[in-house]
């Protein structure tokens, strides 16, 4: 089976401007999960979807970040406007609708850096 | 919270030798998980264990769960060069769509 498929693999933008990610989970997933992994760390959760609602925002930084899943399918994850400890991995993660307990599926993560 | 702590932060072996890597977390889980991560690439799942299990094995892997302890430990034995990433422990609550949390994991390095 395919795995997830995220891009860009890697970007570089400038403080203040917009950026944009890309996630293609396993078909058949409905869960996803974007998480936020600064170097040296684990990731954390930014966003958690289930089909195309979310179940679990809390961790988002509202006023810059957005998500969305339309159809319930892939999934973009936004940043406007960037700030430089936005500089990190994002990594999007996939499992299927009320499984057995199963773990993640990654994508290779996209590695955005703010100058 | 929830979320696991790795200890130790880092480990370098010597190729051949076993490789213990241990996870404590607060609160009651339903399970708990082991990733690798090598470097500049995403997570791979390793292994679940439930919270009424105490030890799960694959191929050179071995996990244990003490619930009363609140730890894990994940051991690698004869390790390779292969094996050189970070591993993470997560924990969740629940079996359905429950957001796991990470722990800042152990930084792995096997020497050849």
């Known amino acids: 089976e395919a795995g997830v498929a995220q891009s860009p693999r890697y970007k570089i933008i400038e403080k203040r401007q917009s950026v944009a990610f890309w996630c293609n989970p396993i078909?058949?997933?409905?869960?996803l999960y974007w998480y936020q992994q600064i170097l040296g760390q684990g990731p954390k959760l930014l966003i958690q979807?289930?089909?195309?609602?979310?179940?679990?925002d809390s961790q988002l930084p509202k006023d810059r970040f957005s998500a969305e899943r339309l159809k319930g399918v892939d999934s973009t994850l936004k940043i406007q406007p960037a700030k430089l400890e936005d500089s990190a991995v994002y990594l999007c993660a996939s499992r299927p609708d009320r499984g057995t307990g199963s773990g993640y599926t990654f994508g290779s993560g996209t590695r955005l850096t703010v100058v | 919270s929830q979320q696991g702590e790795e200890d130790p932060q880092a480990l370098s072996i010597q190729e051949g030798e076993n490789a213990t890597m241990n996870c404590s977390y607060k609160?009651?889980?339903?399970?708990l998980q082991w990733y690798r991560q090598n470097s500049g690439r995403g997570l791979v799942h390793l292994i679940l264990i439930r919270s009424n299990e105490r030890e799960k094995h694959s191929g050179r892997l071995r996990v244990t769960l003490d619930t009363s302890k609140k730890s894990s430990s994940l051991l690698i034995t004869a390790s390779r060069a292969a094996d050189t990433a970070s591993y993470f422990c997560?924990?969740?609550?629940?079996?359905?769509?429950?957001?796991?949390?990470f722990g800042p994991g152990t930084r792995l390095s096997v020497l050849p």
């Open positions: 078909s058949g997933h409905a869960t």
């Open positions: 997560a924990t969740g609550t629940d079996n359905y769509g429950q957001n796991f949390v």
């Open positions: 609160t009651s889980i339903n399970n």
């Open positions: 979807f289930q089909n195309n609602g979310v179940v679990d």
